[in-house]
């Protein structure tokens, strides 16, 4: 099993032998598959969500999604491209069934670290930009989650949410404006 | 501004790009270059004042269970097919008995059957439907309609899409 994870000159790993294996039902494959794909979905879905239990809940269904229709799977796409635009639309599933609660309340991840005086200027940073995140519609925040914190090429998020990829830069290029607006209401303490 | 001159992109470009001062067209020209070109893309990165404000978040602890528990999960018996909604299946038992009503018996429909092939020319018109066969087609005909419509309906509600935030 060992020799399917071949490394390319690039320093990527050939996930293809890996993917094959899952789909005719290798339950090592699909094991191998989950223990990589596990911290990609659940930091994507963490950071769109805002929200550990509804990310814990979005990523086992997001990679049983995956793994159960590994045949549908099209390798014209960068396997993680489908993998997050599969986690997107579980992140949207869960969103329609919130919707009438609140997506905007106060979510628990923030809940855990030291007291505003402990924090570190970085970590206040880092805090305050979540909280900005929060602020802005999920449709511009999914982009710079893909884009800053994902590392996405613009064409992948233009793959992911099947839009052409000027679209995409301009939705981002909004995205930063609204952040920006957002962070700097965060930093005057605006409610 | 052609890209197939571009081996890296110039500074002023990709000050340019960041600022959102480029048409378009050029701008896609960028992200295209950008998207092939490792350098130039973290170049474009590091201009973005926004970038050192996301570097400064950590990566977020992933639950240790959590991956046991999706291949917990996957071997659990995938969950049935979801039925047809009440109402939808509803509609569709009423859809059937109204074409049913409408159409009329099997009988009336072997002899509407049998005018329009003898609308069809001489070559068919010497073709007659046996009764005993047209009526385990009728029944077929329309137990195929209704799965087809119960298909249409499933996808309705949540088959295959692009989701929108919307």
């Known amino acids: 099993m060992a020799a399917r994870a071949l490394r390319l000159h690039d320093g990527e790993i050939d996930e293809s032998p890996w993917i094959e294996a899952a789909a005719a039902g290798d339950p090592e494959a699909s094991a191998w598959l989950v223990e990589r794909y596990t911290p990609t979905v659940y930091r994507f879905t963490l950071r769109l969500m805002r929200n550990e239990q509804d990310a814990r809940d979005a990523t086992q269904d997001t990679l049983v999604k995956v793994l159960r229709n590994l045949e549908r799977y099209d390798d014209r796409w960068k396997f993680s491209t489908w993998v997050i635009s599969i986690a997107r639309n579980t992140c949207i599933d869960t969103f329609r069934k919130r919707k009438r609660q609140s997506w905007d309340e106060p979510t628990d991840v923030a809940d855990h670290g030291p007291s505003p005086l ?13 909280a ?60 | 501004m052609s890209a197939d001159t571009w081996i890296h992109l110039p500074d002023a470009l990709v000050e340019d790009f960041v600022e959102g001062r480029l048409s378009d067209l050029d701008a896609v020209r960028v992200a295209t270059h950008a998207d092939d070109c490792a350098m130039c893309r973290n170049r474009l990165a590091a201009a973005e004042p926004l970038t050192s404000l996301f570097a400064s978040c950590d990566e977020p602890d992933v639950p240790a269970d959590l991956a046991a528990r999706v291949i917990a999960a996957l071997d659990a018996p995938p969950p049935a097919e979801r039925p047809v909604a009440p109402g939808i299946a509803a509609g569709l038992a009423v859809a059937a008995i109204a074409v049913l009503v409408l159409l009329g018996s099997p009988g009336e429909l072997v002899a509407g059957g049998q005018i329009v092939w003898q609308a069809l020319g001489s070559t068919l018109r010497a073709v007659e439907l046996p009764v005993a066969l047209v009526t385990p087609v009728w029944m077929a005909a329309a137990m195929a309609t209704f799965a087809a419509a119960a298909v249409t309906a499933r996808r309705l509600e949540g088959g295959p899409r692009q989701a929108s935030w919307r």
């Open chain 1, 118 to 130: 402990e924090l570190t200027s970085r970590q206040q940073r880092a805090e305050v930009l979540h």
């Open chain 1, 132 to 191: 900005a995140l929060d602020r802005i519609p999920p449709l511009y925040r999914e982009v710079l989650v893909m884009y800053h914190f994902d590392h996405m090429k613009y064409r992948e998020i233009a793959d992911v949410l099947d839009i052409p990829i000027g679209t995409v830069m301009n939705r981002i290029f909004r995205a930063r404006r609204k952040l920006r607006d957002a962070f700097d209401a965060e930093l005057d303490g605006e409610s």
